[in-house]
């Protein structure tokens, strides 16, 4: 076993941390009996750690944590990456580790593992237990999330392979998590806190753990282990709370990042599914004016994970908010609903502007293009009947009655004509009341809404970076830039990429000609020091037209008024 006492130095001089208040090695009085707690966490670095080094960061917190490891075993599982921003860590094994005492000794390795392979997490899981026997046992799967249809995880010497829903629950099966019931399971993890993810993991887990939208990059804030030095014994849910807590503050207050995060007690958690399968198989959805009402109110409904038109296929909602909507239309089976939450969310934060009941679950509406795959994948998660017939009429609905659907939202659009009959979408968002339309660096820019916090407002820009299909993310009133997001179906990254001095940035543009509508590139341009946006009037060349979209949340557009 290697005990790495360089490992603390390079943490301090990347990240700034130092352990030098934890000496090594440390005189502890050793009580007789069980550890309060093991905490297995599932370290799946992808490219958060090979871009960014935010595995490395987080490994520093939780160096910086003070932890004892007497009141606390912290074990770690490391791979999924293509490379460690440190100097300890191979790449080309996942190994164990445990955190101890200011320190990371090596265990054991794995060899070269998928961790997006069940077998792996089943493995990890079972060696923790033998290993580090303990009064309770914690479980946090790090890495990016994607809801209840995506899953966790890519692992980057493994296609990007990762966890569906299903092969979380064999591997947690198979470690005999059913017998020895986990007091936790943290997803610090994208889309994460669905209600299908609860359900599955009840069997396994006292208390769940995760955020129902983005995370950012620095995810959860690992100082919080230094808590059970005062309190080893606390369980699930105020442990929960702390997570909570401390990931909310490290961020603070005026924020532009996206903060959500709920601690649920999953022994009463299928009540939220038994409620919502009542609420929609008893919701109007065969007549046009039932269907299109139904429709207008899941336009509008929090959705979580939204990008441009080009990145929209999240589809995960806010159960509160949804049943909020439906309130006016079925009031006793959307109050059942919010009933069943209030019962089994016992902790939630967030930023966002409206309130959020700490649950997600899957609604079909954006990601009709992948309709059927969604579909099938939700059906074998054998949710609650009612729902999932639900789902399945309402796509049905989205698709075949498109073109009866009423107009639900008109926006201004700025247009410029490139030749007969064809016009390019070069600005969306005009700032309110001055007929100022947006520019990057003065490039004209169309900014599609994301999502509203309590200080800002999110908007997507779709664009390449240096030849890779991104969204750039805004930040309003601010005006400041976040970053850029990937754009892939069946991926939802934690996090932004930084944008540098000399990127290549290309701006693409909707393009209209009579019926037909194609996204191509415009402007490009080399990033330099100062990335900004500014507010201009239009172009002389410019007119003003809509951009009109309707109950089935399809889109048209119109070049004039």
Sequence with gaps: MRKYAFFIAFFALIVCTSCTDYPHPMVEEITDGLTPYTIMIYMNGSDLESDFGLA?????????????SHNANVIILTGGTQQWLNSAIPANECVIWQLEDGWINELDSMGLVDMGNPTTLRNFIMYSIEHFPAEKYGLIMWDHGGGSIVGFGHDEKFNNSSLTLLEMIQA??????AAQKLEFLGFDACLMAT????????????VFIASEDLEPGDGWDYKFLGVLNDTPQMNGFA????IVDTFIDFYGPNSDEILTLSVVDLAKVAPVMD???????????????????????????KTFGEGSPRDNYSDMVDIGDMAVLLYELYPTESEAVLQALENCVVYNRHNSDIDLWGLS?????????????SLETYAALAMNSGYTNFLN????GLTSRADAAPVTNREFALWQQQEANTF???????????????????????????????NTRLYAMPAQINHREVDIVIAQPSGKILGSRNINERVYQKGYDLILPGDTITIYYLECTNDTQKWVRGDEFVAGENFTLTWEPAPHDCTVGYRITDACGCVSYHHTR
């Excluded at 490395?56 to 004892?68: K, N, P, Q």
């Excluded at 209600?195 to 006292?206: P, T």
């Excluded at 919502?276 to 008893?282: C, D, P, R, W, Y």
């Excluded at 009429?393 to 049905?396: D, L, M």
């Design 239 to 242: 442990l929960g709370k702390v």
């Design 275 to 301: 409620t919502m399968g009542k609420l929609m198989s008893g919701a109007d959805i065969d007549t046009n004016i039932g269907f299109f009402e139904l429709a207008k109110r899941r336009g509008l409904t």
């Design 172 to 177: 947690f099966d198979e470690a005999g998590l």
């Design 393 to 396: 009429q309402f796509f049905c």
């Design 56 to 68: 490395t960061s987080d490994l520093a917190e939780m160096l910086d944590s003070g932890l004892r």
């Design 195 to 206: 209600v299908e993810m609860a359900i599955l993991a009840a069997d396994y887990a006292h």
């Design 424 to 454: 390019r979408l070069i600005g969306l968002q005009q700032l309110e009341e001055s007929h100022l339309w947006p520019k990057i660096n003065g490039h004209s820019v169309a900014l599609y809404p994301i999502t509203t916090t309590e």
């Design 361 to 373: 679950t899957f609604y079909i509406y954006g990601g009709k293009s992948l309709g059927d795959s």
